[in-house]
């Protein structure tokens, strides 16, 4: 089926070719997520499009869910669960499962004290912006979504922000101690695993790494920061 992405205008190529390679048209729109959001929205309404929202979407978050389900397959005494949110979808899909399959699993969100927006929306039980800064575009949402946030406050224990330097040195932990190439979203639970230590000591922590499309120049950037 033909299928039309829009993206920021200064996206990662590493996730543009990968995405082509898939046989989708790319369009770039906007200066970020949202603004890009916004634009396939209108090109939906004008041209009549099957619009898949990034969150609003109960088919996307089943979709995602799947790795949860995974995670128990392969892990079922697990105690925490540590997910990334951008839109949330990942999040709620996590959710759901772990408190329908195991309802003992803590569900612990993350998201970049640079991008808040999803945070500030669970926290304070509606829909709030904020402004979006960080490096990690799988977290850079300005909004948050009905469908995710109202699953969201049903299911998650504990909601936690991370800045950016712990972000960075996520990364580079991933690389150095499994040879794992992390993308800042992905970077997140580990991050915010750091951050819990002490609270998380002697649990069974399972991180969900949603991706590891982290361009070389941003690599060559956090090896830099590590290296100053």
Not at 43 to 63: C, D, F, M, Q, T
Not at 121 to 146: H, N, P, V, Y
């Amino acid at each position: 089926m033909k299928t039309t992405i829009v993206v920021p205008e200064d996206s990662n190529p590493t996730k543009i070719a990968a995405i082509r390679t898939l046989g989708a048209e790319v369009l770039h729109h906007g200066a970020d997520f949202d603004e890009a959001r916004e634009h396939v929205e209108e090109l939906s309404k004008k041209r009549g499009y099957r619009y898949v929202h990034s969150a609003n979407e109960p088919l996307l978050i089943a979709g995602v869910a799947t790795y949860a389900l995974e995670m128990l397959e392969a892990e079922p005494d697990l105690d925490t669960v540590l997910v990334p949110v951008g839109g949330g979808s990942g999040a709620a899909g996590c959710g759901l499962v772990m408190k329908t399959l195991a309802p003992h699993v803590q569900v612990i969100a993350v998201q970049a004290e640079a991008a808040p927006a999803a945070y500030l929306s669970w926290r304070e039980g509606q829909l709030k912006k904020a402004e979006c800064s960080t490096f990690a575009e799988g977290l850079a949402t300005r909004t948050g979504f009905d469908l995710t946030q109202g699953m969201l406050r049903q299911y998650l224990d504990d909601f936690i922000l991370v800045g950016e330097e712990e972000l960075r040195g996520a990364i580079l932990l991933f690389l150095e101690k499994t040879g794992t190439l992390a993308e800042g979203a992905g970077a997140a639970p580990l991050a915010a695993a750091v951050k819990l230590r002490e609270r998380l000591q002697s649990k069974k922590v399972g991180l969900v790494l949603s991706g590891g499309n982290l361009s070389l120049e941003k690599l060559r950037w956090a090896l830099r920061t590590k290296e100053s």
